[in-house]
Every structure is written in structure tokens, then in C-alpha cells.
């Protein structure tokens, strides 16, 4: 099977050799960005009974989240050569930096006998998504973009884009807290904007890196199979 694989991606990689250049797409990676967010989010909100009141509840909306994510760029740098392993490292790097802490938080817990609460693991939720971002960088950088010799800062950048998102969205929890009561339509737009919008962010932030990624390397599109 490995095999197979590799042969495949083999494949891929000489047919694009053979390929014209292509400029990428800053705006559509962004916008595509947003919303393999905004749709992971939504998923991950309608499914949320599945894992109820878990103690892996940030773990589970990570990974959803990354899985969509992780797609929707796909879709726009399969051209690329990029395979479609692209998703699952996303998926695989930020669930491990979610599942780390939370991991952490879950021992200490059972070791002092507490319990955290939601409220109270989600301040540390931009950590685990910087762990997260860190460890999806990594992952894609030796995995999918080793070709390119400008690929090292994509680590940093992913890091800092997942970190950026959710400190975005904890910001507004605490600037809101107390602050509407009731149904009120001003916070419903804000919470639409600044829980589905960080996305965009994401996005802006790692297409501005791969733009300057790609246009130092000779980087090619598939030709139509």
C-alpha cells in the first residue's frame, strides 16, 4: 500500500514537471479558508451532542474544524502537486495540539480531583490551537511542501494564524461578558462575525506566506488527467 502511494504522489510530481507555471491565489485561498472554517464550525456546533460534556470537547471542534479547513485549501493547491494527505495532516497536527492539553488538563484533574469547566478550559484554548497550527506546519512543511526551499517560516505562520483565530474569538467572549442580556440582534451579528469571521484571518495570514513561498519556487499545475 505504501507503495502504491508513493507511486501515485511519484506520478503527480512528474506530470506537474511537465505542467505551466501558475500564479496562486491569495483572495481564493482566504475565502476558501473561511469557509472550510465557517462550515467545520457549523458541523461541529449541529453534531456537538456526540461528545456532550466531555473533558475533550475543544479537542473534538479542532479537529472538525481543521478537517474542513484543511479541504477547502486542499481544493485550491491540488494543482500544486499538493496531494490529498494535505488534509489529514491539518486534521492530525491540530487535533494533537488540542488532545495535548487538554490531555494535560484531564491528568491533572484526575490527579487533585477536579473538575475543569468548559468555561475554564476554554482559556486555554488559543494555546492548544497554537500547538495545533505549530504541529500542522510542521507536518505539512516535511510532508507536502519539502520541495520548497522557502517552506521553514510555514511552521511559524500556521502557528501563529490558529493562534490568531482563537484569540480573536476569546477576545470577544470577555469584551461581551455581561455586557447583553437576553436576546439582543447586536450580539448575535457579533458573535457571527467574531466566531465564523477569524477564519478569513487564518486565511489571510498562511496565504500571504505560501504566496511568497510559491512565487520563490518554480512551482507548477497539474495538467487535466
Known amino acids: 500500500m505504501t507503495y502504491v502511494i508513493e507511486k501515485f504522489q511519484f506520478c503527480l510530481y512528474n506530470r506537474a514537471m511537465q505542467a505551466p507555471t501558475h500564479n496562486f491565489s491569495h483572495p481564493r485561498w482566504t475565502w476558501m479558508t473561511s469557509l472550510g472554517w465557517i462550515v467545520g464550525l457549523i458541523v461541529a456546533i449541529l453534531a456537538g451532542d456526540l461528545v456532550g460534556d466531555s473533558d475533550f470537547v475543544f479537542t473534538y471542534f479542532g479537529g472538525i474544524t481543521a478537517l474542513f479547513v484543511g479541504l477547502m485549501q486542499w481544493l485550491v493547491i491540488r494543482k500544486f502537486a499538493i496531494t490529498p494527505q494535505w488534509i489529514w495532516l491539518t486534521v492530525l497536527g491540530v487535533g494533537a495540539g488540542f488532545f495535548l492539553v487538554e490531555g494535560i488538563l484531564w491528568i491533572l ?117
Open 109 to 225: 484533574a484526575q490527579a487533585l480531583d477536579i473538575h475543569f469547566k468548559q468555561d475554564e478550559a476554554f482559556f486555554f484554548v488559543p494555546l492548544e490551537s497554537a500547538l495545533g497550527g505549530l504541529a500542522c506546519g510542521w507536518l505539512q512543511s516535511k510532508y507536502q511542501l519539502s520541495r520548497v526551499s522557502s517552506a521553514t517560516g510555514w511552521t511559524f505562520t500556521q502557528c501563529l494564524g490558529w493562534f490568531a483565530t482563537t484569540a480573536v474569538i476569546m477576545m470577544w467572549a470577555f469584551a461581551t461578558t455581561g455586557l447583553f442580556k437576553g436576546r439582543n440582534p447586536i450580539l448575535a451579528f457579533s458573535a457571527f462575525l467574531f466566531i465564523f469571521g477569524p477564519g478569513a484571518l487564518l486565511g489571510w495570514l498562511t496565504g500571504k506566506k505560501l504566496k511568497t513561498m510559491l512565487s520563490e519556487h518554480h512551482w507548477v499545475t497539474l495538467p487535466p488527467l
